[in-house]
Every structure is written in C-alpha cells, then in structure tokens.
C-alpha cells in the first residue's frame, strides 16, 4: 500500500472518530499517546488532538504497542453498562482511600482509571454527591479528627494524614471541624456555642449554633435532654444559652414545621462534623424533595453499594441537624417509617404534613 493511500485510509478513520461512527466499531481502533490508552471510533469521551492519535487495525496491536483499554468505551467488545461507572467510583476510592498521605489532584487520580478528568469530576459527583477534592478533603478530616481524640500531636497528625503544611491545615479544616485542631484535641475548649430551645409544633426544639453556623437541631420532651445531648459533643466548650441570637434561624425552621413556607425554602449554615460517608449520604437526602420518600436500601444503591443500607441508616440516625438534613425522608422497603432519632411518632408527622402540602 503506497504512502498516498495510507493518508487517505487514516484520514477516513479521523473523520469516523471525529463523527463517533459506531459503524466503524470493529474496524480499528485508535490510540492516544498523550493518555496511553486506546478507545473505538464511536467512543464518547473528548476527542484528542489529531497529532496524539495512532490508529490500530484491532485490540491486540494496540496492546501490543503498549495501550489500555478505554474504560468508558470498551473497545474489547464489552457494552458499557450502568455499572461501570459504579465500579470506577468504587475504585476511585478506593484509591484515594490507601493514598491520602499523598498529593491527590484530580488529574493524578484521572490517570488512575485512564478517563479524563473533567469527566471523572462528573461521573463522581453524580455518584457520591460530592467531588474527589470534597471526599479526599473529609477522608483526610476524619482521620486527623481520630488522631487528635486520641491526644496525637497535631503536627504529627496533620502530615500523617496528607496536609501537606500547617497553614494548608489551618485553612481548611475549621470550615468542617467549627473549630482549630487544636481547640477541637481539647475537647472544644475555647470554642463558643450559642443554643436556644423554644417550643414547635413537635414538642421542644433545640437549635445551637457556631459563629460559622447550625451546629445542632434538635427535637424532644426535656429541655436537660437536649442541653445534655449538645454538651457531650462538646464536653469543654463554652456553651451558653442565647434566645436572641439565633432568633432568625429559629423562625425559618419554625415556619416550615408550621407549613408556612416549604422545606426548600430553609437557607440556613451549617457547620457540622462528620465522615466522608456520612456526607455522602446527606447530601443524597438532601436531594429528596419534599413530599417524597426513598428507602435505606435505594439511598445506599444510588451511593453505589446496595449492601450499604443498615450503614446509611445509621448515617441518619447520627444527623446532628435534623429538618436541615432530612433523614426522615428515608423509611423502610415496606414503605414503614422505621427508626427516627426524635422519635417515630415526629417521623410519622413530618411525613404526613410534608405530603399533604406537597
């Protein structure tokens, strides 16, 4: 085959590639030299630039030049099916997981599972609600939150951990913990919270909060039941009773126990501690609009792992901010209410009321 042909034959294969022909799957296959990776003509992923491209008469001489498969496209004859993504996602943190000590940008962890990284950001989200950075930023606070419990020095932890300096430390992590490091291996000493308890329409309600946000919403009988339940989080914080301060906060959630506005209208802060798993699960409940419901089982599936529910029950039932976070909004498969931190008979209400208005 003269050079002119062999022009001619490779220009025809662009112009598939560039229309995503699925008609010329089979055919050939093309590789990237920039990402080392081979992928079929009718691929979806972002197309390369035409100088980073090689084409392959098959599968074998890609590999046999030394490229991977496409993850997205399956070049060796496999469809993609609706769990692939859920497998990258399950590697990905994996990954993350047993590299935290590490510099984790997105493009590194791009590479790991040959996608792009703008389409592993999407992919991600979509599955866990959060981003890479947000889930390796609360791998890395739920780590340094046990060292520093457990009387590590912060210095020591914070490396351990993947911060990378102590000013990279100090910016970040206030922002989740309500607090410094330091302040938070103390047990909260040094940190002020302002708490307030008035009465709702399902019985008394708590609602404490930090200079940064809702630290806690919480629903009882027993104004000492509350005031305990907040000051063994925060066992030497300085706690005080303000009924002023947080008399905006308070009315919104007010009205919307009262069905005055709805739930999606609450706009309120909040500065709460929790694991990377427990923010993934909120932020799926935080999804569920009002007026509807999802079971434990099916807010684990959409986090990937249907095998997760008895954990994304327990993520509920450690919600420290109830209404702003709607945990009630998850019940049983048998569409029973199950369990509720406040107590079933205000699930059993709250549900009621939200469908009603709804």
């Avoid at 000590?101 to 609600?129: D, N, W």
């Avoid at 450690?318 to 998850?330: E, F, K, M, S, W």
């Amino acid at each position: 085959m003269d050079t002119k042909t062999i022009l001619q034959k490779e220009e025809e294969r662009w112009q598939a590639v560039i229309e995503r022909d699925n008609h010329a799957d089979g055919t050939f296959v093309y590789g990237v030299r920039s990402t080392g990776i081979y992928c079929k003509p009718s691929c979806p992923s972002r197309k390369p630039l035409r100088a980073n491209v090689l084409f392959f008469s098959g599968t074998q001489a890609a590999e046999a030049a030394g490229y991977r498969p496409c993850l997205r496209c399956r070049p060796q004859g496999q469809a993609a099916q609706d769990t692939t993504n859920e497998e990258i996602i399950q590697r990905m943190c994996t990954y993350i997981e047993g590299h935290l000590e590490e510099r984790l940008t997105l493009a590194q962890l791009s590479q790991q599972v040959h996608l792009s990284p703008f389409y592993l950001q999407r992919i991600f989200k979509q599955a866990t609600g959060i981003t890479p950075r947000q889930y390796v930023e609360s791998l890395r606070l739920t780590q340094l939150k046990s060292r520093l419990r457990d009387g590590e020095e912060i210095t020591s932890a914070l490396y351990d951990v993947g911060y990378g300096s102590v000013s990279r430390l100090y910016e970040r992590v206030p922002t989740h913990l309500g607090m410094t490091p330091s302040t938070y291996r103390r047990g909260g000493l040094g940190m002020q919270i302002a708490y307030t308890i008035v009465d709702s329409p399902l019985g008394r309600l708590l609602v404490g909060a930090t200079e940064k946000g809702v630290c806690a919403v919480s629903l009882g009988d027993q104004d000492e039941e509350l005031e305990q339940q907040l000051r063994k989080e925060y066992p030497a914080a300085e706690i005080q009773q303000d009924n002023n301060q947080l008399t905006g906060w308070v009315n919104e959630l007010l009205q919307y126990l009262q069905g005055e506005h709805n739930w999606s209208q609450l706009n309120l802060p909040i500065d709460i501690q929790a694991t990377a798993f427990q923010w993934r699960v909120w932020n799926v409940l935080r999804t569920i609009p009002q007026g509807e419901t999802r079971s434990y089982a099916e807010v684990a599936s959409s986090l990937g792992d249907k095998k997760k529910a008895r954990a994304v029950a327990n993520a509920c039932a450690t919600n420290p901010v109830a209404l702003i976070i709607p945990c009630h909004r998850v019940v049983r498969e048998d569409g029973a209410a199950g369990g509720y931190r406040w107590g079933i008979e205000r699930k059993r209400r709250l549900l009621a009321q939200e469908k009603a208005e709804s």
